[in-house]
């Protein structure tokens, strides 16, 4: 069986954006969603659905140069990732579910954190108690499948169950309340669906 190829290991060049401390390379995603997008990559291999470490919030934040920076992290295949090799998202983006998300009132399992300013170890402490609250940690430094969006203003963890509902997939970005179809009839179908029942539906119901 031949082992997948990993697009950052080696990178290519012309991706390179720059480094992102010692440990993470900063990267142009090479299949864009919104532009700009990043990839902030872990130099060496490491686990995608690993718990995440002190150090990668260090790295992440150093793109969070802008308070419309949105960055988002698909732990697992069944949370939208599609590559296993460590990397966390960063766009600029509007968010439409941002009022939905303050107030509390998502009709899934979640963990929500609130932030004046953003530090990584305050964030680190945050994403850990998410963990423990959530159940996600396997105790052996696997995590179950979830998704982190991450704004200056806060940090929302989400469980994933299944990473698609009739063929439309779902990532952490789909949480901003943002949806990226391949077919009109794609559309057609997630608007009589309901984008909230269809994320209710992509992670655990309360």
Same mark, same amino acid.
């Given at each position: 069986?031949?082992?997948?190829?990993?697009?950052?290991?080696?990178?290519?060049?012309?991706?390179?954006?720059?480094?992102?401390?010692?440990?993470?390379?900063?990267?142009?995603?090479?299949?864009?969603?919104?532009?700009?997008?990043?990839?902030?990559?872990?130099?060496?291999?490491? &686990?995608?659905? !690993?718990? =995440?470490?002190?150090? @990668?919030?260090?790295?992440?934040? #150093?793109?969070?140069? +802008? *308070?419309?920076? %949105?960055?988002?992290?698909?732990?697992?295949?069944?949370?939208?990732?599609?590559?296993?090799?460590?990397?966390?998202?960063?766009?600029?983006?509007?968010?439409?579910?941002?009022?939905?998300?303050?107030?509390?009132?998502?009709?899934?399992?979640?963990?929500? &954190?609130?932030? !004046?300013? =953003?530090?990584?170890? @305050?964030?680190?402490?945050?994403? #850990?108690?998410?963990? +423990? *609250?959530?159940? %996600?940690?396997?105790?052996?430094?696997?995590?179950?499948?979830?998704?982190?969006?991450?704004?200056?203003?806060?940090?929302?963890?989400?469980?994933?169950?299944?990473?698609?509902?009739?063929?439309?997939?779902?990532?952490?970005?789909?949480?901003?309340?943002?949806?990226?179809?391949?077919?009109?009839?794609?559309?057609?179908?997630?608007?009589?669906?309901?984008?909230?029942?269809?994320?209710?539906?992509?992670?655990?119901?309360?």
């Amino acid at each position: 069986e031949t082992p997948q190829a990993n697009p950052f290991l080696p990178y290519e060049p012309s991706m390179y954006v720059g480094e992102a401390g010692e440990r993470h390379v900063c990267l142009l995603n090479k299949f864009p969603v919104l532009s700009p997008h990043l990839l902030i990559c872990s130099k060496t291999f490491v &686990s995608q659905s !690993s718990r =995440l470490c002190k150090v @990668d919030f260090d790295a992440w934040l #150093l793109g969070f140069d +802008d *308070s419309n920076v %949105l960055g988002f992290y698909n732990s697992g295949p069944l949370a939208g990732a599609s590559q296993p090799h460590r990397h966390m998202q960063v766009v600029k983006a509007e968010i439409p579910l941002e009022s939905v998300i303050n107030s509390g009132s998502l009709p899934f399992r979640h963990c929500l &954190s609130l932030f !004046s300013e =953003l530090k990584s170890a @305050d964030l680190y402490q945050c994403y #850990l108690n998410a963990l +423990d *609250s959530l159940a %996600l940690d396997d105790g052996e430094g696997e995590c179950l499948p979830y998704n982190i969006l991450l704004t200056a203003r806060w940090m929302l963890v989400v469980p994933r169950t299944v990473n698609n509902i009739e063929g439309v997939f779902a990532n952490a970005l789909n949480y901003s309340g943002r949806f990226l179809v391949k077919r009109p009839e794609q559309l057609r179908w997630l608007r009589q669906y309901g984008i909230m029942r269809y994320l209710t539906e992509c992670s655990v119901k309360k």
